[in-house]
């Protein structure tokens, strides 16, 4: 049987200031985020939408959650596969595109992870498993756009290490 999982969080919106919406260019986009357990984080919008640019924004935390869900479902099964990863850093970039109403959409995600394993065999199972975590992580599977990998197998104390060149979704 297929088991369901809740999460909660707030998120108040700390901007209004005197005013509050009075008009589009006077209001404060800034928030906070809380959740029971880790520290508040505190957002905002896009520097392009007159948000703060030292707060995260919402396109970000979008970004961040696609990367964080790839590595997470991938870690665990390199660790399944006895595929030892020694380090792992994804230098992601996401895509929006604004549409005529105001609205927009995010039209492409990439991920470009690059895991370093322990053994030269074990290179080519680290490769072939970003498809496999592609297809498992939550949020990946939620997303209506695509979701690319361009991921960079190193094997530790190698002198050189080449791209893999396998994508997923």
């Given at each position: 049987?297929?088991?369901?999982?809740?999460y909660e969080l707030t998120v108040t919106w700390t901007g209004a200031g005197a005013g509050g919406?009075?008009?589009?260019?006077?209001?404060?986009?800034?928030?906070?985020?809380?959740?029971?357990?880790?520290?508040?984080?505190?957002?905002?919008?896009?520097?392009?939408f007159r948000g703060d640019s030292q707060r995260w924004n919402p396109e970000q935390l979008l970004?961040?959650?696609?990367?964080?869900?790839?590595?997470?479902?991938?870690?665990?099964?390199?660790?399944?596969?006895?595929?030892?990863?020694?380090?792992?850093?994804?230098?992601?970039?996401?895509?929006?595109?604004?549409?005529?109403?105001?609205?927009?959409?995010?039209?492409?995600?990439?991920?470009?992870?690059?895991?370093?394993?322990?053994?030269?065999?074990?290179?080519?199972?680290?490769?072939?498993?970003?498809?496999?975590?592609?297809?498992?992580?939550?949020?990946?599977?939620?997303?209506?756009?695509?979701?690319?990998?361009?991921?960079?197998?190193?094997?530790?104390?190698?002198?050189?290490?080449?791209?893999?060149?396998?994508?997923?979704?």
């Open positions: 049987m297929p088991r369901t999982h809740s919406t009075v008009n589009y260019r006077d209001y404060g986009r800034d928030h906070q985020i809380d959740a029971d357990g880790p520290p508040p984080l505190l957002g905002s919008a896009d520097p392009t970004l961040t959650a696609l990367a964080q869900c790839h590595m997470l479902s991938y870690l665990s099964l390199c660790a399944r596969g006895r595929v030892v990863v020694t380090a792992y850093t994804d230098e992601a970039v996401g895509t929006m595109t604004e549409s005529g109403d105001g609205g927009g959409a995010f039209t492409e995600v990439v991920l470009r992870p690059r895991v370093t394993v322990a053994t030269p065999e074990m290179a080519e199972r680290a490769a072939e498993l970003h498809e496999r975590a592609h297809r498992l992580c939550f949020i990946a599977s939620s997303v209506n756009f695509p979701v690319r990998h361009e991921p960079v197998i190193v094997v530790a104390d190698a002198p050189t290490a080449a791209p893999t060149g396998r994508t997923a979704g």
